[in-house]
Structures are given as structure tokens and as C-alpha cells.
């Protein structure tokens, strides 16, 4: 299930309609992407997120698509905010369900690793003094979704 | 067509989307480019390195030179920093 929303979203309340009057699911994995208050070595004091609506829901829906054909999983939710950020809050959930634990780890990891650098979504960084500035793509996000490309 | 621009790219050129017809100079997203740099400075620099434009046709990433016809929607964007 994949959710691209404006509006911050609650952990607990997400995980726990997932598992309701589940008794076949053994393990549940969350990530949970928070708005920190550094990049870089620089202060940050808020952030902003721009997407492309229409490919950021195709995106998330192939990789999705993507995990459930490579691990046994149940449920999968992937919810991505877009707008403006204060620190501290949540900016990204993915959840996965699976009969064992190890399924819903790897399943979890791939999909954050994958979303980071497909699903099209830019974000901006504000500092102390006010300036705004868009948020370079990292190397290292690269290498971690490279890891998978050869699991298949 | 239609072509979207987002983040740093709709900043340098201060427009979010366009529309413009298929013809022989934008027959493909290759020609479609090389027009674009002659438009003007800002265009000439927003398309002076490709290495950070990514380019999506009707909402799918391309990886080489496609084909476009009138009714595409076309989008230019930096690499994605989402998550």
C-alpha cells in the first residue's frame, strides 16, 4: 500500500491497523525517516519536500512490487510526506509483515534503499539564517541500493 | 507535449510546466534537449551538465535517446533526495 500525503502520520496507529485481526503475521519491521536538525556539518531548521505527482505513486508501486516478488511479505506500506517539514517530525514509514522476521528485515531495508534513489521527490533544506537550499544526492544512496541490484 | 520541470530546474528557469508541440527539432528526448540549450542562458545552463538532469517520459525514467510524439508528457528533474 502506498500513501504520498501532505499530513504527518502515527507510527503505532499505522502498524497497529496493519496487524488487527492478524493472527498469521510473526514479524513486523519498521523505518521511520525523521527530520534532523544537521546535513553536512551545516544546521538545519527545517525541510521542505517537492514531488512529482502521478510517477511518485507508479515509483513506489513498482518498488513495492519489487519487494514482494523477492521476499515472502504480507503486508507492505510505504507513506511518503511531501510539503513542509518541522524538525523532529516524520517524513517517511515504510512497514512490512511476515510470517519470520527475516523476510520483513531485508524486505524493509530494500525498500527504503530503493525509494531513496528512484521515487521522485526533492528536498529542500532550511538554514539558521534563513536561506533555502535543495539537497544533493548522496553517494553512499547510490551504493546502498546498488547492494540489491543483483539478488534478483 | 507537456513538460514539467521540478526542483532546482523549475527554480533556474521560473516555470513548472509548458507545453509545446512535437516537431522535427523535438522529435526525441535528445533533439528535445539540444533545443532546449539554445532557448536562452537559463536553459543553456540548466541543460549545460546532463550528468544531473534526469529525464522521465509519460512518468518513466529513460535511460537512452526515446522517441516522443504529441501528447507525451516529458519531465526534467535533478537526482532524487526523497526518503
Given at each position: 500500500m502506498?500513501?504520498?500525503q501532505r499530513e504527518k502520520f502515527d507510527i503505532g496507529a499505522e502498524i497497529e491497523a496493519l496487524t488487527t485481526g492478524r493472527t498469521d503475521i510473526g514479524a513486523v519491521v519498521s523505518f521511520t525517516g525523521l527530520v534532523r536538525d544537521f546535513n553536512d556539518g551545516n544546521k538545519v531548521t527545517g525541510l521542505s519536500l517537492e514531488h512529482y505527482p502521478g510517477m511518485t505513486e507508479r515509483e513506489l508501486a513498482k518498488i513495492e512490487d519489487e519487494a514482494r516478488g523477492r521476499w515472502d511479505i504480507q503486508e507492505c506500506l510505504i507513506i511518503h510526506r511531501?510539503?513542509?517539514?518541522?524538525l523532529g517530525e516524520?517524513?517517511?514509514?515504510v512497514v512490512t509483515?511476515?510470517?519470520h522476521r527475516r523476510d520483513a528485515f531485508e524486505a524493509a531495508h530494500f525498500l527504503m534503499d530503493w525509494l531513496k534513489t528512484k521515487a521522485p521527490f526533492w528536498k529542500q533544506e532550511m538554514n539558521a539564517s534563513g536561506e533555502v537550499n535543495w539537497v544533493n544526492e548522496r553517494e553512499s544512496d547510490l551504493e546502498a541500493a546498488k547492494r540489491w541490484s543483483s539478488d534478483t | 507535449m507537456k513538460i514539467l520541470y521540478f526542483a532546482w530546474l523549475k527554480a533556474k528557469l521560473?516555470?513548472?510546466e509548458e507545453v509545446v508541440s512535437c516537431s522535427d527539432e523535438r522529435?526525441?528526448?535528445?533533439?528535445l534537449v539540444r533545443w532546449m540549450k539554445k532557448r536562452g542562458p537559463a536553459f543553456e545552463e540548466v541543460f549545460s551538465d546532463l550528468e544531473v538532469v534526469r529525464i522521465a517520459v509519460n512518468q518513466e525514467y529513460i535511460t537512452g535517446n526515446t522517441t516522443l510524439s504529441e501528447g507525451d508528457e516529458i519531465?526534467?528533474?535533478p537526482p532524487v533526495t526523497g526518503g
Open positions: 502506498i500513501r504520498v511531501h510539503g513542509k517539514m518541522a516524520p517524513i517517511v514509514l509483515a511476515s510470517p | 521560473q516555470m513548472t522529435r526525441d528526448t535528445d533533439s519531465a526534467f528533474f
